[in-house]
C-alpha cells in the first residue's frame, strides 16, 4: 500500500499522517501540502501539491505509485465564511479533481472527510440522525454536503471505494487552531495556561458535538480498514465524541486551574455554530464498523492541559 495524504500539514492531516506511518511504514506514506519550505522530517517524503491543479495532483500519484489517498486539504468554516471563493474551488473542485484523477489512474481507496457542517437549522439539533434534511446555510457546509453527494456518485457509478465521516470540532495539543467555529474549544486551553481568561466568540450556552483527536484519528484509520462490503454507507458517517457547552468546558478547566476567568463576546461565527447540531447519532458508524469514542470532556481536558503545559 502506498498513501498520499493531501493537507498533510493541516489539524488533522498532521496527526494523521504520523499515525499512518507508524502503521504502514514511513516511505509508504506521502505527504503533500501547499507549503514548499521548512518541512519537518517527520513528514518526509513529502510533496508540494496544489490540488486545485490536476495534472500536478496524477504526476505525484504516478510518480509515488500511489494506491490510497487520504484527501484533507479544504478550507475550514469561518475562513470559509470570509473567503467563499476560495472555499468553493479548494472543497468542491479540489475534491473533484482527487475523484477524477483517481477514476483515470484507478486508485484503490479514498478516504475523504466530511463535516457536521452538512447539517443546517432545519435539521433535528439533538441526536441528529444519519438520514436528515442536509440544508446547509454556510459555503463550508455546502461543499461539504455536495462533496457527500459527489463521493457517492463516484462509489455508484465507478465502483470506488470511498469512505467519509462527518467530524465534529475537534480538539488537539498538537497543533494551533486552524479557523474552524469550533476551534474555541482549542483556543481557550492555551489563552487558560497563558493568561488565565479567555474571550469566548459564543455564547456560553452553545452546545456543540466535539471529539478529541486521539479518537478522530483511531476512528479515521478503523473505517478506512473495514472491509467494504460491510458498508452499507460510505461518504457520510456522523461520527461522535462528547458535546458540551462552552460554559461546561470553562467549568471543567477551573477544576484544574480555579483562577481562570471566562468572558463572552459573540461574533459571526455564533449565527454558524447555532446552525448546527448539539448531539449525534453516530448509531449506524458503531453498528456498520464498530465506533466507539474513549474520550469523554474531563479526559480531554486533563490531557489537553497536561500536554500544553509540557509543550
Same mark, same amino acid.
Given at each position: 500500500m502506498k498513501i498520499?495524504?493531501?493537507g498533510?500539514?493541516?489539524q488533522i492531516g498532521s496527526e494523521l499522517s504520523i499515525a499512518l506511518k507508524k502503521i504502514y511504514g514511513e516511505k509508504n506514506v506521502i505527504t503533500s501540502d501547499l507549503h514548499s519550505s521548512n518541512i519537518k522530517d517527520e513528514f518526509q517524503p513529502y510533496e508540494t501539491l496544489n490540488i486545485l491543479d490536476?495534472?500536478?495532483? $496524477?504526476?505525484v500519484i504516478k510518480k509515488h505509485e500511489i494506491t490510497t489517498i487520504y484527501h484533507l486539504a479544504a478550507i475550514l468554516s469561518a475562513t470559509g465564511e470570509k473567503n467563499p471563493q476560495l472555499c468553493f474551488d479548494v472543497n468542491i473542485i479540489g475534491l473533484y479533481n482527487v475523484l477524477e484523477v483517481a477514476r483515470e489512474l484507478k486508485i484503490k481507496q479514498i478516504?475523504?472527510?466530511s463535516s457536521i457542517a452538512v447539517f443546517g437549522p432545519e435539521t433535528p439539533r439533538d441526536n441528529t440522525p444519519q438520514q436528515t434534511v442536509i440544508l446547509p446555510k454556510t459555503m463550508y457546509g455546502l461543499s461539504k454536503a455536495s462533496g457527500e453527494l459527489l463521493c457517492d456518485y463516484y462509489v455508484q457509478k465507478y465502483n470506488i471505494d470511498i469512505r467519509g465521516l462527518r467530524y465534529p470540532g475537534l480538539i488537539s495539543y498538537k497543533t494551533p487552531p486552524g479557523g474552524g467555529t469550533t476551534d474555541y474549544a482549542v483556543e481557550i486551553f492555551y489563552e487558560a495556561l497563558k493568561n488565565k481568561s479567555y474571550k469566548c466568540f459564543l455564547k456560553p $450556552?452553545?452546545?456543540?458535538?466535539?471529539m478529541?483527536?486521539?479518537?478522530a484519528i483511531r476512528g479515521t484509520i478503523q473505517l478506512a480498514e473495514t472491509e467494504f462490503s460491510k458498508l452499507k454507507n460510505h461518504s457520510n458517517f456522523n461520527f461522535a465524541g462528547v458535546s458540551f457547552s462552552c460554559q461546561e468546558l470553562a467549568d471543567e478547566i477551573k477544576?484544574?486551574?480555579p483562577e481562570f476567568q471566562i468572558s463572552y463576546e459573540p461574533d459571526f461565527r455564533q449565527q454558524i455554530a447555532d446552525s448546527w447540531p448539539q448531539s449525534i447519532d453516530d448509531s449506524e458508524a458503531k453498528k456498520q464498523w464498530g465506533w466507539k469514542a474513549e474520550y469523554d470532556l474531563a479526559k480531554i481536558t486533563a490531557d489537553m492541559l497536561t500536554n500544553l503545559k509540557l509543550k
Open positions: 498520499l495524504v493531501t498533510a500539514l493541516g490536476k495534472q500536478a495532483l $496524477a504526476n478516504i475523504c472527510p $450556552a452553545t452546545t456543540l458535538p466535539m478529541y483527536m486521539n479518537d477544576k484544574h486551574i
